[in-house]
């Protein structure tokens, strides 16, 4: 084989190991691919709905309340939850009569699209945690029901951004067998 050729097929493999390096780095670093497993978060993200979030959205700022985060379920981190920050450090939460209360001032949810069933709290978040709800709250296995009822900001995995769509049925021939 003559340099030349040899020369191209190494610089080949050198642009297909630094891409794949790179979309290793992304993944791993930069964004998590998420699949929603439940419909605690609708209307707001649908059963099955695909999210991207970025892993490095808080590097710079601290979560707000209203972000949409995904972290390890406090009871048993081997599995990941996606909730709304609803309770911020510092603050108390309380559910009375429909509604959440912080600090005593009835908070405003535009994206809830029904009130809570039962009363709950008053909870005084930890410094360095968060509460957290689902947007379907009439399912949503979240702070009010579980043992260790607040996120911690260090066990925050990434901010929610982007829904993308499933194209997994632009694959199938609809004339395939079952």
């Known amino acids: 084989m003559n340099n030349k050729i ?15 390096g790179l979309v290793t780095f992304i993944n791993k670093v ?12 609708e209307n707001t993200i649908m059963t099955g709905d695909k ?6 959205a808080y590097a710079f700022h601290n979560p707000k309340r209203g972000d949409v985060i995904v972290f390890p379920f406090p009871d048993n981190e081997e599995v990941d939850y996606i909730k709304r920050i609803i309770g911020l450090p510092g603050e108390t939460v309380e559910g009375k009569e429909g509604y959440v209360y912080i600090n005593g001032k009835k908070l405003i949810e535009d994206y809830v699209t029904s009130m809570i069933d039962d009363d709950f709290g008053p ?20 702070s009010r029901y579980w ?7 260090s066990k925050i995995i990434g901010k929610a951004e982007l829904k993308y769509p499933d194209l997994s ?9 079952e």
Not at 6 to 20: D, L, P
Not at 30 to 41: D, F, N, Q, T, Y
Not at 147 to 153: D, I, S
């Open 30 to 41: 930069v964004i998590l691919r998420v699949e929603v497993p439940s419909g605690s978060m």
């Open 169 to 177: 049925w632009f694959k199938k021939n609809k004339y395939d067998l």
């Open 123 to 142: 909870y005084v978040v930890p410094e360095d945690s968060y509460f957290m709800m689902g947007d379907n709250r009439d399912i949503s296995e979240d």
């Open 6 to 20: 040899v020369k191209e097929i190494i610089s080949w493999i050198v642009v297909i190991a630094v891409a794949f």
């Open 51 to 56: 999210v991207i979030t970025l892993r490095l």
């Open 147 to 153: 043992n260790n009822k607040f996120v911690k900001r």
